[in-house]
């Protein structure tokens, strides 16, 4: 008999932590939590406190049943839940459901599932940490308070299904705010000017305008940098200076989970949800041939880039035996941690380097091999020599214009043999540097100060401001830890809810707001500024931190919220505006009873209404509106006219909960619709399909055979009606590649070609 029971979260971990433990330990697994707060009810009695009410979920009764018997007939219990806020507020639960009297209680925390990690875990047990529960208590209650109190307001006010969340709304509004900025931008016209000179040695090599006299070039139209190339005519370029300096580049620190999630977005494509959902998996363990289950990376919810002393001497081994002395650095590199990381755990590295990526890649799956080939890269790089450069500017003058050329040459190339930054992360690593300064691979030919040029052209480029860039899930990231909003363990299900709720969508990578989350926003600002805040929100953050830290009270925090928040909701109950009551009026005409039509708000978005209702119940679709320059969806005529083979009549683009669509202009006599097709013809032999524009549940856009579900025929990538210039393929595809953009390229994958779109 067992003399002692380990409770952990997942299933996954059993196996793993019995391997090391033997038979003197009983291991079972929660599944996650085993109480909440109920879910027909606020379950707070706000009066007494703000005490909340926890029920047993329902389907853990089995579970906590299964984990009483163990209790039983153990000595010593350890609740082993994941070492976080969750994993102490599901500690403290099962402890309050399970443990009897004269049992000894322990807290283990395993930072990863190594046998070094569990058995010293074991042997030094702590005890329950109560300031962490009351930390994730209040998290809970906040967002209870918030989510129950003003998700009613917007049933009753927009429609039923809503939510409103403390953190998910403020991301909601981050979203919004950049969509208003990119519509309200104004484009500015610039110029840069370029010379392609030759020295007496070759290579050629170009030179950019900076300065003309003493002033920075600053070029707004044609008819100025006309000027200037005719003013250049005729004149010698000289070199005024040379600088030649060595340059260092540093690695960056292994991983946290926001940078984990960002540089994952780029280099692989996973959503955050899919990097923590493959992250936990490495973590909890993985079959490795006739070892069993072995957890392969550390804790993976962290904000913290500290290594183990023991992690730092196996890495230094490592690298003195693959790399040479020549990239092992005198000392181990230590990372200083942000003052507003919670540093409870380490970086997220790998486990052990025992298990090296490829020496393992048969037991797993495409993507776990591909996140830990990444984790594993990013932490060993991090404590190898930096990568040098000898890099070269030049200052050239031709008269009163000054240009330069700025080249690098790579002379060491340390951590990068092993991992290079995504230009992302390099950039923000490296704010205050020019972009040239980071460039690699431009090369100058030997120069000299006084020497006169050979000037081969001059050109003038055309060049316009462009709007902030809408967010990618790693740029959505990086801006909610920047400015403090949600934790580690909190990103990726944030981008998930605003997603499932509809309030935006990602579209070829980008979000954009809905129509509903714009509303549902503007309605949120306008009566809770103040939970809407972004300042506010971030320091709510810290304020749960330092309840962490017993600096700060659960019920001192949630009465100080609670005063001014009751207020602002008794003023929007009364104050919101009841889109469900507004009538915009149109200059549509009702085609039943001739009465002027109204837009009003459904269940499904705007819609144009009879205003004699209830007299006349005559409802139609409004023309949707272009979101990408807001100009309003009409027929299609000419040659691409597209007519109702039902009424005959011209079919125009409507957008519904799936994305665009054809929609007769006979509605509501006519309900006939068409898919948006491509016209494509479907690749699967013997189909006769085409392939249409479609949506999957949470917006993103794909192309698929008009056949489905007798074709399943489906491709991410944007089919264009071109044939192959290479392979003759039926045709091409439009498709996104890093630091080109959109590009066309053909999908037979024997063929290869591919060109810059607009080429």
């Keep these: 008999m067992?003399?002692?029971?380990?409770?952990?979260?997942?299933?996954?971990?059993?196996?793993?932590?019995?391997?090391?433990?033997?038979?003197?330990?009983?291991?079972?697994?929660?599944?996650?939590?085993?109480?909440?707060?109920?879910?027909?009810?606020?379950?707070?009695?706000?009066?007494?406190?703000?005490?909340?009410?926890?029920?047993?979920?329902?389907?853990?009764?089995?579970?906590?049943?299964?984990?009483?018997?163990?209790?039983?007939?153990?000595?010593?219990?350890?609740?082993?839940?994941?070492?976080?806020?969750?994993?102490?507020?599901?500690?403290?639960?099962?402890?309050?459901?399970?443990?009897?009297?004269?049992?000894?209680?322990?807290?283990?925390?395993?930072?990863?599932?190594?046998?070094?990690?569990?058995?010293?875990?074991?042997?030094?047990?702590?005890?329950?940490?109560?300031?962490?529960?009351?930390?994730?208590?209040?998290?809970?209650?906040?967002?209870?308070?918030?989510?129950?109190?003003?998700?009613?307001?917007?049933?009753?006010?927009?429609?039923?299904?809503?939510?409103?969340?403390?953190?998910?709304?403020?991301?909601?509004?981050?979203?919004?705010?950049?969509?208003?900025?990119?519509?309200?931008?104004?484009?500015?016209?610039?110029?840069?000017?370029?010379?392609?000179?030759?020295?007496?040695?070759?290579?050629?090599?170009?030179?950019?305008?900076?300065?003309?006299?003493?002033?920075?070039?600053?070029?707004?139209?044609?008819?100025?940098?006309?000027?200037?190339?005719?003013?250049?005519?005729?004149?010698?370029?000289?070199?005024?200076?040379?600088?030649?300096?060595?340059?260092?580049?540093?690695?960056?620190?292994?991983?946290?989970?926001?940078?984990?999630?960002?540089?994952?977005?780029?280099?692989?494509?996973?959503?955050?949800?899919?990097?923590?959902?493959?992250?936990?998996?490495?973590?909890?363990?993985?079959?490795?041939?006739?070892?069993?289950?072995?957890?392969?990376?550390?804790?993976?919810?962290?904000?913290?880039?500290?290594?183990?002393?023991?992690?730092?001497?196996?890495?230094?081994?490592?690298?003195?035996?693959?790399?040479?002395?020549?990239?092992?650095?005198?000392?181990?590199?230590?990372?200083?941690?942000?003052?507003?990381?919670?540093?409870?755990?380490?970086?997220?590295?790998?486990?052990?380097?025992?298990?090296?990526?490829?020496?393992?890649?048969?037991?797993?799956?495409?993507?776990?091999?591909?996140?830990?080939?990444?984790?594993?890269?990013?932490?060993?790089?991090?404590?190898?020599?930096?990568?040098?450069?000898?890099?070269?500017?030049?200052?050239?003058?031709?008269?009163?214009?000054?240009?330069?050329?700025?080249?690098?040459?790579?002379?060491?190339?340390?951590?990068?043999?092993?991992?290079?930054?995504?230009?992302?992360?390099?950039?923000n690593r490296e704010k205050g540097s020019s972009p040239d300064a980071r460039e690699k691979g431009t090369v100058l030919p030997v120069l000299e100060t006084g020497e006169v040029l050979s000037v081969i052209s001059i050109e003038g480029e055309q060049n316009f401001t462009q709007p902030p860039p809408r967010f990618s899930e790693a740029t959505l990231v990086k801006e909610l830890e920047e400015k403090g909003l949600g934790r580690p363990s909190t990103y990726a299900a944030i981008l998930s809810t605003i997603q499932d709720r509809e309030y935006v969508r990602l579209d070829k990578g980008r979000f954009y707001p809905t129509e509903l989350g714009t509303i549902v926003n503007e309605l949120l600002v306008s009566n809770f500024p103040r939970i809407l805040d972004v300042g506010f929100t971030a320091a709510m953050e810290d304020t749960l931190d330092r309840i962490e830290e017993g600096q700060a009270t659960r019920h001192e925090t949630l009465q100080n919220f609670y005063a001014a928040f009751e207020t602002e909701l008794e003023t929007a109950k009364k104050g919101m505006r009841n889109l469900k009551r507004e009538e915009i009026p149109t200059e549509h005409v009702c085609n039943k009873c001739g009465s002027p039509m109204v837009i009003k708000w459904g269940r499904h978005g705007r819609f144009l209404a009879c205003s004699n209702y209830p007299a006349c119940r005559n409802t139609a679709n409004i023309p949707s509106v272009d979101s990408e320059n807001g100009t309003e969806n009409v027929t299609v005529t000419g040659d691409n006219e597209v007519i109702c083979d039902k009424c005959g009549k011209p079919m125009v683009i409507k957008e519904g909960k799936f994305g665009r669509f054809y929609g007769c202009t006979g509605y509501p006599e006519c309900t006939n619709t068409k898919s948006i097709d491509t016209g494509v013809s479907c690749p699967v032999e013997g189909c006769g399909g085409v392939l249409t524009e479609k949506r999957t549940r949470k917006g993103k856009l794909f192309f698929g055979c008009s056949n489905y579900p007798n074709c399943t025929y489906a491709t991410w990538n944007k089919p264009i009606p071109e044939k192959c210039p290479l392979c003759d393929h039926p045709f091409l595809v439009e498709k996104a590649v890093r630091g080109k953009g959109l590009i066309k390229a053909c999908p037979n994958k024997g063929c290869g070609y591919k060109e810059e779109k607009g080429e």
């Excluded at 950049?178 to 370029?194: A, D, G, K, P, S």
């Excluded at 003493?214 to 070029?219: H, M, N, T, V």
């Excluded at 486990?351 to 990526?357: C, D, E, F, G, T």
């Design 2 to 427: 067992a003399d002692a029971l380990i409770v952990v979260e997942s299933p996954a971990k059993v196996r793993t932590i019995k391997k090391y433990l033997g038979a003197d330990f009983d291991v079972k697994a929660s599944v996650g939590h085993i109480k909440d707060l109920p879910k027909s009810k606020l379950g707070i009695d706000i009066q007494k406190g703000f005490e909340p009410t926890y029920t047993v979920i329902k389907d853990k009764k089995k579970v906590i049943d299964d984990l009483k018997k163990s209790a039983r007939k153990a000595r010593s219990i350890y609740l082993a839940p994941d070492p976080d806020r969750e994993g102490e507020a599901i500690a403290w639960h099962i402890m309050e459901e399970i443990t009897g009297p004269g049992q000894d209680i322990y807290r283990v925390l395993f930072n990863d599932l190594t046998k070094h990690t569990i058995l010293n875990a074991i042997q030094n047990p702590q005890k329950l940490n109560l300031e962490r529960y009351e930390a994730q208590q209040t998290r809970r209650i906040l967002d209870r308070l918030v989510g129950y109190q003003i998700s009613p307001l917007l049933w009753e006010k927009v429609k039923r299904g809503l939510s409103a969340g403390r953190v998910q709304s403020v991301a909601v509004r981050i979203i919004c705010e950049r969509e208003e900025e990119i519509q309200n931008f104004v484009t500015e016209e610039y110029w840069h000017i370029t010379a392609l000179l030759e020295g007496t040695e070759q290579p050629s090599f170009e030179a950019r305008l900076v300065k003309i006299g003493k002033e920075k070039a600053r070029i707004g139209d044609k008819p100025a940098a006309d000027g200037i190339l005719a003013d250049l005519a005729g004149r010698s370029f000289i070199i005024a200076g040379i600088e030649k300096k060595e340059v260092k580049r540093t690695p960056p620190p292994p991983f946290t989970t926001s940078k984990l999630q960002q540089e994952a977005s780029r280099r692989l494509r996973f959503p955050a949800k899919k990097t923590m959902r493959v992250a936990q998996k490495l973590y909890e363990g993985i079959e490795i041939g006739n070892e069993g289950s072995v957890g392969l990376i550390t804790y993976m919810r962290t904000d913290s880039v500290r290594i183990a002393p023991e992690a730092l001497s196996e890495a230094r081994d490592f690298i003195r035996k693959r790399y040479g002395n020549d990239y092992l650095p005198q000392k181990a590199r230590v990372f200083k941690t942000s003052k507003s990381a919670q540093d409870a755990h380490e970086a997220i590295r790998p486990a052990s380097l025992i298990y090296a990526p490829d020496n393992i890649k048969q037991f797993l799956s495409r993507d776990e091999h591909r996140l830990y080939q990444l984790i594993w890269n990013r932490f060993v790089a991090s404590q190898m020599n930096p990568e040098v450069l000898d890099q070269t500017t030049v200052d050239i003058t031709a008269d009163r214009y000054l240009f330069k050329a700025q080249g690098s040459v790579v002379i060491f190339p340390g951590y990068t043999v092993l991992y290079a930054e995504s230009r992302d992360e390099e950039n």
